[in-house]
């Protein structure tokens, strides 16, 4: 088949591409292009059912196409809908977010989905993880590729990740795989150097603004001497460790915990389990609420500050331990069940264990539609009807997509 290709775009699929057609029925993922768009592409892989093409140029743009904001948006493989106007990356995601619902997990009477817009859709991040080039610079991985090339700018980490680490000078070091630059309330910062621990790490910040910086060969360089930074959500303050997970997005945390406490059936009398409860995020809004709140995670950092945020309450206990094999274990006569897995979801295992609880009511909080729609089809088999269904943009400027879905049980 010829190389160079026109061809006009229909959609937007999950992982930024977007999808057209060869005049053979084929299909083409491409990334950088609009539906509705007019596109010459060039074929990069030529396989019997799809190829892949890179975007030679636009021949009728989309209204909905706009000026990237950075300039390395078609380098960096950090970014994917720069060139979409943030009204229509909404769009687009809530598109894919119901295809994905319905193609993989066969769901169907869907509720509408309601879209909730990130209130910064730049510079949000409070989570920044550096790959390191060679030479020592900050980078990021190349689209695609598993290359790393040096930034000179980024506009999605909060104003005070900007500030310090374009400062940050690095002995170019084989030791040192990643760099994570975590800021928390006031600007508190902390630096995590992700390395394997064979030797030791120099580096210097310029003018740096705090007086007291402790550096370990594996580990992090702490701004303001501790081994953590304070995270604030709704006027509540968490410890929060390098290692510990917290939503990347501060604004849109606080959203999603007024979503649940909002829409979540609760009484003073009820059991409740935060499953992959993280650092407390979630269990510190509903314990004050409920009779007995049980939080399990499997990461000791975690743990470690989930025991320092619900210090205060009573009626809380945690597992150390993962979660389906705390599931499988034991029964909680749980009333209502928070799961905020990872990317790749619950599993059959943790799906088997949260149908044996026999909650009546569930809130899935999801960073991936596919594994979603997976554990959901498996859900709604097991005796779950979805009730509602929300996209909160947790991730701007990308093909990410973080969901809250509620469901309750209709059957035995």
């Known amino acids: 088949m010829a190389n160079i290709v026109e061809t006009r775009i229909d959609n ?28 010459k592409l060039r074929v990069v892989e030529d396989k019997p059912k799809f190829v892949r093409a890179e975007l030679v140029e636009v021949l009728e743009p989309s209204g909905e196409r706009t000026t990237p904001r950075c300039k390395h948006f078609y380098t960096c493989g950090g970014c994917h809908y720069q060139h ?94 990643r760099v994570s630059i975590r800021q928390g309330v006031d600007e508190e910062l902390m630096i995590n150097l992700e390395s394997d621990g ?68 609760m009484d003073d009398g009820d059991t409740v389990i935060d499953a992959y409860c993280g650092v407390g995020l979630f269990s510190a809004f509903l314990a004050p609420r409920v009779k007995r709140l049980v939080g399990i995670e499997v990461s000791s950092e975690a743990c470690d500050d989930f025991t320092v945020n619900l210090d205060e309450f009573d009626n809380v206990e945690l597992y150390e331990a993962p979660v389906e094999d705390v599931l499988a274990s ?39 539609p596919a594994t979603l729609a997976r554990d ?3 859900l709604v088999t097991g005796g779950y009807q979805l009730k509602n269904l929300t996209l909160f943009d947790m991730f701007p400027q990308t093909y990410h997509v973080e969901t809250v879905v509620l469901m309750s049980r209709v059957k035995e």
Not at 17 to 25: I, Q, R, W
Not at 230 to 238: L, N, W
Not at 337 to 366: C, F, M, N
């Open 12 to 39: 937007l699929v999950y992982g930024g591409d977007a999808l057209g057609k060869l005049p053979d029925g084929r299909v083409i993922f491409m990334p950088y292009a609009l539906p509705g768009e007019l596109v």
């Open 84 to 177: 979409i106007d943030y009204p229509a990356q909404l769009t687009a995601k809530k598109n894919i977010l119901r295809e994905q619902l319905g193609r993989i997990g066969q769901l169907s009477d869907l509720p509408a989905i309601d879209v909730v817009p990130s209130p910064e859709p730049w510079n949000y991040r409070n989570t920044i993880q550096f790959h390191l080039t060679r030479e020592g610079k900050l980078g990021f991985q190349k689209a695609r590729s598993n290359q790393t090339f040096a930034i000179q700018e980024c506009h999605l980490p909060e104003l005070g990740i900007n500030r310090l680490w374009p400062q940050i000078d690095m002995e170019p070091i084989a030791s040192v795989e």
């Open 198 to 265: 064979t030797e030791g790490v120099d580096f210097s910040i310029e003018d740096l603004p705090v007086s007291v910086v402790q550096t370990w060969p594996s580990g992090s360089v702490v701004l303001a001497g501790s081994n953590y930074v304070t995270m604030e959500v709704m006027g509540r303050q968490f410890q929060v460790s390098a290692g510990a997970f917290f939503q990347v997005n501060s604004l849109q945390a606080k959203a999603i915990v007024s979503h649940l406490l909002l829409h979540l059936p």
């Open 330 to 368: 034991q029964h909680f006569h749980a009333d209502l069940i928070v799961l905020d897995p990872p990317r790749a979801g619950l599993g059959p295992k943790t799906v088997e264990g949260v149908l044996s609880q026999g909650a009546r009511h569930l809130a899935y909080i999801s960073c991936d």
């Open 376 to 378: 959901s089809k498996q």
